[in-house]
C-alpha cells in the first residue's frame, strides 16, 4: 500500500481526488505564493504546483505527494481570487464576454523523490453579463475563494456560452486526466 498526500486542504480538490477511489491523507502547504511579475500564468501555475509538493513531500518522506494550484488568465492579465463581493463583481464585469485561461498546474513527487509537473489549460467564454445577473449569481454562490468569482461546478456553469478543455475536472483545480494517467504509469491505479 503506497502512501498518498494531497498537498492541499481544498475541499473541491479533495472531492476530485476522492473520485479515484484511493486512500489519502491531506496535508495543507504553507508556502509564499507571490509570483513576480515576470512570470506568466501557465509558469506560476506549474511552479506553484510543485512548490507546494515539494513542501508536503518534506514533511512525508517516502510517500506519494499531489500538488496542485491554479492560475487564471484574462488577456495576458492574472486574474486571483476576489476574497470580497465588491471584487467579485469587478472581476465579473471585466471577464463578461471575454474568454479567460484557466492554468491548473500538476505536480506528483514519488517515494523516491522523483517529480513531474504538467499544466492543463481550460479556456471558458463568459456570456454578456449584466449587473443584475452578476448580483443575483455572486448573492446565491459568494464565490469569493475562486479565481475568476465564479464555481462552474454550480450556479456558475449559466454564466458561460462555453469550456473548451481537455479536461473538465482541471477548471476545478485538479486534472484528473493528467493524475490518473501518471498514478497509472506509476502503478498506483
Known sequence: MHNIVLASASTYKQALFSRLQLPYAIDEPNIDEKLPSSV???QGAEWLALEKAKF???????AVVIGADQIAELAGEKINKPMNHKNAVIQLNKQSGKRLKF??????IDERGNQFSTVNTTEVVFRQLSEQKIEDYLYAEEPYNCAGSFKSEGLGITLFERIESDDPT??????????????IQMGLL
Open 170 to 183: 482541471s477548471l476545478i483545480g485538479l486534472p484528473l486526466i493528467a493524475l490518473s494517467t501518471q498514478l
Open 40 to 42: 506568466t500564468a501557465k
Open 56 to 62: 508536503i513531500a518534506n514533511r512525508h518522506l517516502g
Open 103 to 108: 492554468h491548473t498546474g500538476l505536480a506528483i
